[in-house]
Antibody, heavy 119, light 112 residues
Framework: QVNLLQSGAALVKPGASVKLSCKASGYTFTDYYIHWVKQSHGKSLEWIGYINPNSGYTNYNEKFKSKATLTVDKSTNTAYMELSRLTSEDSATYYC????????????WGQGVMVTVSS | DIVLTQAPLSVSVTPGESASISCRSSKSLLSSKGITSLYWYLQRPGKSPQLLIYQMSNLASGVPDRFSSSGSETDFTLKISKVETEDVGVYYCGHRLEYPNTFGAGTKLELK
């Protein structure tokens, strides 16, 4: 069965960086794009960007271009998102999600990882 | 960016009754391939979002047929018939017509 397992919660200091992971299993990793979505506490969903695990091609929401960097490690079926120069505005839950085939939407989601930025 | 406006922001429903949620797009979501790029997701309390509806009116795998969705190029409605306790949560509409993908603000469904 398809599963996206994300790394644990992170407490980071302002100005620092954090690298979140998303380990895929149950399907061929390189066949599906991985997207990342931000959800601030009690708020809606914001699309950050996606990566094509096969080619490494990325596409970012303009709002997150200087904030997030998406990478993959095909040898471990893991996608990563690094967030840099963290501020309190970056405190949120971050989800990785798989875009289904064709136009079927985001069909599987990771459990989410809460990032707290605090000194 | 495409703005998706949901209404109402919250709805309270008696179990067994029906509920409807509206989503209005600032731009037509009909793609050049004839696909309406509108999706519905449910986020149960403390859980990740899950896909309910894709391409405006298609049920995702495992979603009960109590859920249905319809609409035009810019106005969409999610209907839940015979609401059950497991339907509690926040419903989001989202699009994939272009980048950035965006989502509505969400509609919280509670039981009376």
């Amino acid at each position: 069965q398809v599963n996206l397992l994300q790394s644990g919660a992170a407490l980071v200091k302002p100005g620092a960086s954090v690298k979140l992971s998303c380990k895929a299993s149950g399907y061929t990793f390189t066949d599906y794009y991985i997207h990342w979505v931000k959800q601030s506490h009690g708020k809606s969903l914001e699309w950050i960007g996606y990566i094509n695990p096969n080619s490494g091609y990325t596409n970012y929401n303009e709002k997150f271009k200087s904030k997030a960097t998406l990478t993959v490690d095909k040898s471990t079926n893991t996608a990563y998102m690094e967030l840099s120069r963290l501020t309190s505005e970056d405190s949120a839950t971050y989800y990785c999600t798989r875009r289904g085939r064709g136009y079927t939407g985001f069909d599987y989601w990771g459990q989410g990882v809460m990032v707290t930025v605090s000194s | 960016d495409i703005v998706l406006t949901q209404a109402p922001l919250s709805v309270s429903v008696t179990p067994g009754e029906s509920a409807s949620i509206s989503c209005r797009s600032s731009k037509s979501l009909l793609s050049s391939k004839g696909i309406t790029s509108l999706y519905w997701y449910l986020q149960r309390p403390g859980k990740s979002p899950q896909l309910l509806i894709y391409q405006m009116s298609n049920l995702a795998s495992g979603v009960p047929d109590r859920f249905s969705s319809s609409g035009s190029e810019t106005d969409f409605t999610l209907k839940i018939s015979k609401v059950e306790t497991e339907d509690v949560g926040v419903y989001y509409c989202g699009h994939r017509l272009e980048y950035p993908n965006t989502f509505g603000a969400g509609t919280k469904l509670e039981l009376k």
